[in-house]
């Protein structure tokens, strides 16, 4: 029972949903007024370009041998699926979502490009640090700092951060997907460059 519970969490909040989940959150936050056409484009790109074109891509890997199961097991594995990954949400973030009206999705997209590179390098140096942990923490850290942003309470939106983020490492460490240091490793390597880009949303 508690491994199905904890197995949902890693599936509920699997790492290609994190973007478009920060973005229906912002969506739903804000003050400002969007037209619904634009969210609609908005939403719908991000769910093409961050879910469906990397479930295409990992068959395309798979078939050449570059990974071998969709839960990238080694850091060898990661390398292909996180560059490819970073180009897309570069892609999302200077071409889909450039317009200054979508400043703070941009800069969110940013902030997980950064994100992406930085969880490569790791790969590259053979350390295998917790996508599940870099992609959610980006993603609840950006919701609790578009709270702040907007005057809202900081403190709720931070305590679900705190919460979410403690029920994924129980979640991976249960199933034995990653050490406590690979869990750590990606939380930094998430929350960081979404702090970092804050500032330009100003």
Same mark, same amino acid.
């Given at each position: 029972?508690l491994?199905?519970?904890?197995?949902?969490?890693?599936y509920?909040?699997? &790492?290609?949903?994190?973007?478009?989940?920060g %973005?229906?959150?912002f969506? #739903?936050?804000t &003050?400002?007024?969007?037209?619904?056409?634009?969210?609609?484009?908005?939403?719908?790109s991000i769910?093409?370009?961050?879910?469906?074109?990397?479930?295409?891509?990992y068959?395309i890997l798979?078939?050449?041998?570059?990974?071998?199961?969709?839960d990238l097991?080694?850091?060898?594995?990661?390398?292909? &699926?996180?560059?490819?990954?970073?180009?897309?949400?570069?892609y999302?973030?200077?071409?889909?979502?450039s317009?200054?009206?979508?400043?703070?999705?941009?800069?969110? !997209?940013?902030?997980?490009v950064?994100?992406?590179?930085?969880? #490569?390098?790791? %790969?590259?140096?053979?350390f295998?640090?917790?996508?599940h942990?870099?992609?959610?923490?980006?993603?609840?850290?950006?919701?609790a700092?578009?709270n702040?942003?907007?005057?809202?309470?900081?403190?709720n939106?931070?305590?679900? !951060?705190?919460?979410?983020?403690?029920?994924m490492?129980?979640?991976r460490?249960?199933?034995?997907?990653? #050490?406590?240091?690979?869990?750590?490793?990606?939380?930094f390597v998430?929350?960081?460059p979404?702090?970092?880009?804050?500032?330009?949303?100003?």
């Open positions: 029972m491994t199905t519970f904890l197995k949902s969490i890693s509920i909040l699997h &790492p290609l949903l994190m973007p478009w989940m %973005a229906v959150y969506f #739903t936050v &003050p400002l007024q969007y037209h619904p056409f634009k969210i609609s484009f908005w939403l719908l769910i093409l370009w961050s879910v469906v074109v990397p479930l295409f891509l068959f798979n078939k050449f041998k570059l990974v071998h199961s969709i097991k080694t850091s060898k594995e990661r390398i292909w &699926p996180l560059l490819l990954n970073g180009i897309i949400l570069g999302l973030s200077f071409i889909i979502l317009e200054p009206i979508c400043v703070e999705l941009h800069y969110f !997209f940013l902030g997980a950064m994100t992406a590179v930085l969880g #490569t390098i790791l %790969a590259v140096l053979k295998k640090t917790s996508i942990m870099m992609s959610t923490g980006g993603a609840f850290i950006f919701m700092l578009v702040l942003h907007y005057g809202y309470s900081f403190s939106a931070f305590a679900l !951060f705190v919460i979410v983020m403690g029920a490492a129980s979640s460490l249960h199933l034995n997907a990653h #050490t406590v240091k690979e869990l750590v490793a990606g939380l998430g929350v960081v979404q702090l970092l880009v804050y500032n330009h949303w100003l």
